[in-house]
């Protein structure tokens, strides 16, 4: 099996069908000491159904490329599109869901009711409400927390819920930002394979945040490396890990050396590249 690389710079050829097409995004903070390049030059394609990590040191603008995905700030220059859209359409348009560290419940809410936030804002009548939260908690584990307000959930129950709401209009893109940054090792393992198993049967691409290397190999079809001073893609490592992501692949020497890639891309040391051999 080989670690397949592809380069980084280039403008990928247009695909209306792609979750996210970006080519040549910048953006720039205007700050008080001047300004400050986030990002530069970044061309990104995500196929639909794709999982694809974003990986990089503190400040190479992981954060800066999710947010102008989600339409929560603006590019400064170049070209984002988000199934064929301006990113303010697929926001209008439901056409993705987010999930952050925080998972930003309602704490007056019950679990079913934070779900059915997005489906409540989107018009959704009563009892296909229902329906669709009592799918979702079972998507997501929760069908016998339902009834339970966030302080009565442990963090990763809170994030399961969180993702759930991010999946109610059964949006084709998540986007995530570290959301198991803030949870013990063993609980963020367990959700790492939830992830998978829902994002495979639900057929959404994802855009997901991290900083752990094991994680971002575990979970994605090609993980984008990112270098800070100005924030750019400097690396894609595509995983060739194939769709089981259960316990046995975190054993096998395929992912042990996809690991090994992503850190020495992270590192800036020249990977033996096997499809060169
Ligand atoms: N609103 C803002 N105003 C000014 N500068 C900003 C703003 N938001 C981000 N930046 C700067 O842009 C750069 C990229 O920040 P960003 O948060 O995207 O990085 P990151 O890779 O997500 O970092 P981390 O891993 O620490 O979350 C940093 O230099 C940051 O200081």
Not at 84 to 91: I, L, Q, V
Not at 184 to 197: I, K, N, P, V, W
Not at 247 to 274: I, M, N, Q
Request: glycine share 8%; hydrophobic share 45%; with cysteine.
């Amino acid at each position: 099996m080989t670690t397949a690389h592809t380069p980084a710079a280039g403008p990928a050829p247009a695909s209306v069908d792609a979750a996210v097409h970006a080519t040549d995004v910048g953006k720039v903070f205007p700050t008080k000491t001047g300004e400050v390049v986030a990002l530069t030059g970044v061309d990104l394609e995500v196929a639909a159904g794709e999982f694809v990590s974003l990986i990089g040191p503190s400040g190479c603008g992981k954060s800066t490329l999710l947010r102008l995905i989600a339409d929560l700030d603006q590019a400064t220059s170049g070209d984002l599109r988000i199934f064929g859209k301006p990113a303010g359409r697929a926001r209008i348009d439901q056409d993705y869901g987010i999930a952050f560290q925080q998972a930003g419940l309602l704490p007056w809410r019950t679990v079913a009711a934070n779900i059915a936030l997005p489906l409540e804002l989107h018009g959704t009548g009563k009892a296909a409400r229902a329906d669709r939260v009592a799918e979702l908690a079972e998507l997501v584990g929760l069908t016998d927390f339902v009834d339970r307000y966030p302080d009565q959930l442990s963090g990763g129950m809170q994030q399961r819920v969180a993702i759930a709401r991010a999946l109610a209009s059964r949006p084709k893109l998540l986007l995530m930002d570290e959301p198991f940054g803030a949870l013990d090792e063993m609980t963020r393992e367990y959700l790492q394979s939830e992830l998978a198993r829902i994002a495979v049967e639900t057929g959404a691409a994802v855009v997901f945040v991290t900083h752990s290397i094991p994680e971002a190999v575990f979970l994605s079809d090609r993980v984008v490396v990112m270098s800070p001073r100005p924030g750019r893609i400097t690396d894609v490592i595509v995983t060739d890990l194939g769709e089981d992501r259960d316990e046995a692949l975190r054993e096998s020497p395929e992912y042990f050396a996809r690991v090994t890639a992503v850190r020495e891309a992270l590192h800036g040391a020249p990977v033996e590249r096997a499809n060169e051999r």
